[in-house]
């Protein structure tokens, strides 16, 4: 299962662009990178998931470099209401993975 | 997007009592569940993984016998505290991915407080 190392903490203001970097050095070739954000006492939501280069929805992006050992989670344009707990997971779409989650990012947005 | 509810949010209890938590998929089948137990300022610890018709697998540490969970169905999903002590508080929190889709997409239930006095 490949470990993932994120910073614990990242503070930033209202409408900044915020980057949440995640490394997963034993990334397998079958592996994806998903992110989840939690809000306390609520359980987890996913926000995106990629494989490799680029993917965009309407939250977030998500950039993968080619070696994919590290993921970056970009959230434009920040508000108070993104202040939350960002974790990165990485495993296969399989029924054998495991979700299991690491400390987590907590994003502290300023007016 | 796909649902999952739990029930009940916030249980309180004294100290020996047992406690049922439900968890449900409202809109699509999940042969497998994933329960989780988070202390205040810590990430989510995995207890266990829950099988539709089959018996759960406990991760390490956890006590099968006090941590009781049934899946008997492919929409729920119930965790069982029994004996409850204060040290068992915590919050609960079920997940799922939707049968046949990908395990890296979970959806989450809101989670439920559990206070033992």
């Known amino acids: 299962l490949a470990k993932t190392t994120q910073p614990i903490s990242m503070d930033s203001y209202e409408g900044q662009e915020v980057n949440i970097t995640c490394s997963h050095n034993?990334?397998?070739?079958?592996?994806?990178i998903t992110w989840y954000q939690q809000f306390p006492s609520q359980g987890p939501r996913f926000i995106i998931q990629g494989y490799k280069t680029k993917v965009t929805n309407e939250v977030a992006s998500l950039f993968i470099p080619a070696d994919r050992k590290s993921s970056t989670l970009s959230l434009p344009r920040v508000s108070l209401s993104d202040t939350a707990v960002y974790y990165c997971l990485v495993g296969d779409s399989g029924g054998s993975y495991i979700p299991t989650f690491g400390r987590g990012t907590s994003l502290i947005v300023h007016p | 997007g796909a649902v999952v509810s739990q029930h009940p949010s916030r249980v309180i209890c004294k100290s020996g009592t047992s406690v049922k938590i439900e968890c449900r998929s409202l809109d699509f089948q999940a042969t497998t569940m994933f329960w989780y137990r988070q202390f205040p300022k810590q990430s989510l610890m995995l207890m266990a993984t829950s099988n539709e018709g089959s018996k759960a697998t406990y991760e390490q540490g956890v006590e099968k016998d006090k941590f009781l969970i049934n899946h008997a169905s492919l929409t729920l999903s119930t965790l069982t505290v029994t004996s409850a002590h204060p040290e068992d508080s915590s919050f609960y929190i079920c997940?799922?991915?939707?049968?046949?889709?990908?395990?890296?997409?979970?959806?989450f239930g809101p989670g439920t407080r559990l206070t033992v006095l």
């Open positions: 034993n990334i397998a070739t079958n592996d994806y």
């Open positions: 997940s799922a991915p939707m049968a046949g889709g990908s395990y890296n997409e979970q959806f």
